[in-house]
């Protein structure tokens, strides 16, 4: 019986190898995710910190934002056209981007088409 006595002691002893090397694995996987997930909140941070700075500075005359405010005209140029294919139209009060067929914007409540009151528009 000595042998299945060795054979059952370096199956534990492997089994307890494995398991050990799983809680290693699984430890270095958590500790990854953790640097990542605090990697991605630092840089929400760094993004929030440079927008207020921004939004400080740029009428600072010496501040160096043309790329930044040329993005921004780019971007906006961009968004417009992309509401106006979708068939949006402007509010004339806020500028908010509405559906075409919509009787009042959905931001400021203003009154974009004449309502139908009991048949009368």
Request: some cysteine; overall charge negative.
């Amino acid at each position: 019986m000595d042998i299945f006595d060795k054979i059952s002691d370096t199956a534990i002893a492997i089994g307890k190898e494995v398991s050990d090397r799983a809680k290693d694995v699984g430890g270095y996987a958590k500790l990854q995710y953790e640097i990542r997930t605090r990697e991605g909140y630092l840089n929400e941070l760094y993004q929030e910190i440079g927008k207020k700075y921004y939004e400080e500075h740029k009428d600072d005359e010496d501040a160096d934002f043309a790329e930044v405010d040329g993005l921004l005209a780019e971007l906006k140029e961009m968004r417009e056209e992309l509401m106006e294919r979708k068939g949006a139209e402007k509010c004339p009060k806020c500028g908010n981007y509405v559906p075409k067929d919509a009787d009042y914007c959905s931001k400021c409540g203003e009154q974009l088409k004449g309502v139908d009151v009991e048949g009368e528009e």
